[in-house]
């Protein structure tokens, strides 16, 4: 791949949101694929998560109560700091938050991946909640944790790799998510000021790609073109791409990199 240096006018920073579940180690193959290409790449975690997976797995105390706004307030301020609008990337509840941020007039172009989708998506999967049940059945856990097992996760996010394989990548990335994000996720329907909202008739927004995999059994596909159909009476760019053969975890499963070229393609050609 040649090098970028930002010459021709389109931004030479990316920003990248990871999802739930997961920390922005999640993304070490993307960023270094990018910066191999001369980008500038910042992977910052959700507050509060600054620490080895290790020590998250053993006190997830600093993100008991994370909501959504609280993520993506924190990556609108770094994205404010900047010099130019990045291309922003973000999967899964990263995803959302992209969508969110864009809506807020920042970045340049931006890539959700595997979404959690934005409020009005009416076909939602309770995939998602049945990952973290503790949570619906005390209202008390919504300022609690829950994690996933190496079967869950297996289940839902690594589906297409084998269980060694999958038991490796629960090792590495896998961190207790907290249950507040995943209610707001999937109540968000049912809020009258649900924090999950945009405005989908919004016009000046940047272009926005929607990416789905075909094998996703916790943002299934169906679920992604629903979100991309809210976006009809924009008059902003919005496209939507299905991997068919891809996991939830697109981003990290073998030919990564097929997804991580195009989104970035897309992005730079579309901002």
């Not at 920073?13 to 739930?20: A, D, E, K, R, S």
């Not at 993304?27 to 191999?36: K, L, Q, S, V, Y």
């Not at 998602?128 to 856990?141: E, I, K, T, W």
């Amino acid at each position: 791949m040649s090098a970028h240096n930002g010459d021709n006018g389109v931004t030479d920073t990316i920003v990248l949101i990871h999802g739930l579940w997961v920390t922005a180690l999640s993304w070490e193959h993307w960023i270094e694929r990018f910066r191999a290409r001369g980008y500038s790449v910042l992977a910052p975690n959700w507050p509060g998560m600054d620490v080895e997976v290790e020590q998250l797995r053993r006190d997830p105390s600093a993100i008991a109560g994370l909501g959504i706004t609280e993520i993506v307030d924190h990556y609108d301020r770094i994205i404010r700091e900047l010099d130019r609008p990045p291309i922003i990337i973000g999967h899964s509840v990263g995803g959302l938050s992209a969508q969110i941020l864009l809506d807020r007039g920042l970045g340049a172009a931006g890539v959700a991946i595997a979404s959690a989708p934005v409020k009005g998506v009416l076909r939602l999967p309770f995939s998602m909640l049945r990952l973290g049940p503790s949570a619906l059945h005390n209202p008390a856990n919504r300022h609690r944790t829950v994690a996933l097992t190496p079967k869950q996760f297996h289940h839902a996010f690594t589906n297409t790799v084998d269980v060694q394989e999958a038991a490796a990548m629960h090792e590495r990335y896998s961190v207790p998510g907290p249950c507040r994000t995943v209610l707001e996720v999937g109540f968000a329907n049912f809020a009258r000021d649900a924090v999950t909202h945009v405005d989908r008739e919004n016009d000046k927004r940047a272009p926005l790609l929607l990416l789905a995999g075909g094998k996703d059994r916790i943002f299934p596909a169906a679920v992604t073109r629903y979100n991309f159909e809210l976006y009809r009476k924009s008059k902003a760019v919005t496209a939507y791409k299905e991997f068919p053969d891809r996991s939830h975890y697109t981003i990290g499963e073998p030919g990564w990199e097929e997804v991580a070229d195009y989104a970035l393609t897309w992005a730079l050609e579309s901002a």
